[in-house]
């Protein structure tokens, strides 16, 4: 969760550890190839719905807004589209660039490694295929952790895709360790250096939400495939600040009818209600409710649909792509296996998302099942 003692020192050693806090240690050793994968490559758990991916990419500038981090410029943001395909056939999309994975190595700290190992890693998107034209499709957001790029959260993207919604991920300017523009341009971290309160990142970050979903289900769209979208079917999800940032977005926007939490602080608690669906997962010590003290705080403060889970044996990272691709390199994040990382959060998410945006109910969400037993349902 979101740690503002992390974010003192100089530019290097302030982004080491901010990483650091978020990451875990990586200690890189020899590739053990993953079943999807088929190869010694790093590669994403396949996505299970019927659907091929599709991906694209935008560079979004809100010219009315400066950067809340560099004031004399425009709030730029790079925004990754995950879309049901109409076909596989493409080039497959890329997971980060080399000099991304250079930038992330070189904030680790990690020696001994190619610079671009992160950038081989295997997707299961094809990049700028059509997309499938089946009627209108709901809209997920996705804002990832404090330093972590948007690509962090690419196989709960490629997931949700498979299963009929589009996806887009935010890059939220100088608040990751790497972003690419256009034309090569790379920002890196600032705010880690400029010592940010949560509650004020949380806010921008919900600006930025808004500001997308004013582009990208305006008239005037610059997705090219922004006609599938229907604004009357839009859900946030976040992980650690991102999830701050996804309760924050939905008291500021109305048009967003639900949004997950994982394992984020509110920021700041909630002192005004949430009457919308809101899903709460932490990892959690057996036996122990996960959360902040914050998070007992505003639950009364959500009085719609509500669930507060807490997942035995994971991690702060074990709901990115951290936990998978990082066993591939001979680490855990967490005492429970990446696999079982993945599928938990994906059917939570998923299960939460169906039921609210397509109104399924899945029993999943009822209460505690045998199917997973690491998944605690807190009542506070």
């Known amino acids: 969760m979101y740690d503002r003692n992390a974010h003192s020192g100089g530019t290097r050693r302030g982004l080491a550890v901010v990483l650091a806090a978020a990451m875990v240690a990586w200690t890189f050793s020899p590739v053990a190839a993953w079943a999807d994968s088929g190869s010694a490559e790093l590669a994403l758990p396949a996505p299970t719905g019927p659907l091929p991916v599709g991906r694209t990419t935008l560079h979004l500038v809100d010219r009315e807004r400066s950067d809340p981090w560099v004031a004399d410029q425009r709030r730029e943001l790079m925004v990754s589209i995950w879309y049901p395909a109409a076909g596989v056939r493409g080039p497959r999309a890329r997971y980060v660039s080399a000099a991304e994975s250079e930038l992330i190595l070189a904030a680790r700290e990690v020696t001994g490694e190619p610079a671009d190992v992160l950038s081989t890693t295997r997707t299961h998107a094809r990049l700028d295929v059509p997309v499938l034209s089946r009627g209108r499709l709901p809209l997920v957001v996705l804002s990832p952790g404090f330093a972590l790029p948007r690509t962090s959260l690419t196989g709960l993207a490629e997931e949700l895709a498979s299963h009929g919604y589009v996806v887009a991920g935010i890059d939220h300017n100088h608040e990751s360790v790497a972003t690419t523009f256009p034309g090569g341009r790379i920002t890196e971290c600032l705010a880690g250096d400029l010592d940010p309160d949560g509650p004020t990142v949380a806010g921008d970050r919900a600006t930025d939400v808004s500001f997308v979903l004013d582009r990208l289900t305006g008239p005037a769209s610059p997705w ?52 919308r669906p809101v899903l709460i997962v932490g990892a959690a010590e057996r036996g122990r409710p996960p959360g902040n003290p914050d998070w007992t705080e505003s639950w009364s403060r959500l009085t719609g649909w509500k669930r507060w889970l807490g997942v035995d044996d994971m991690s702060h990272t074990s709901f990115t792509d951290f936990a998978p691709l990082e066993e591939q390199l001979g680490r855990r994040l967490q005492p429970l296996p990446a696999r079982r990382c993945v599928q938990i959060t994906r059917a939570y998410v998923t299960a939460f998302l169906d039921e609210h945006l397509r109104g399924r109910s899945p029993s999943v969400l009822d209460g505690p099942t045998p199917e997973f037993p690491e998944v605690r349902f807190w009542h506070p």
């Open 224 to 275: 090219w495939g922004g006609w599938v979208i229907d604004p009357s079917r839009i859900a946030v999800v976040g992980h650690s600040m991102g999830g701050a940032a996804a309760v924050r977005s939905m008291l500021a926007d109305r048009r967003i009818r639900a949004g997950v939490n994982l394992d984020g602080a509110f920021q700041p608690t909630l002192d005004r209600e949430l009457d």
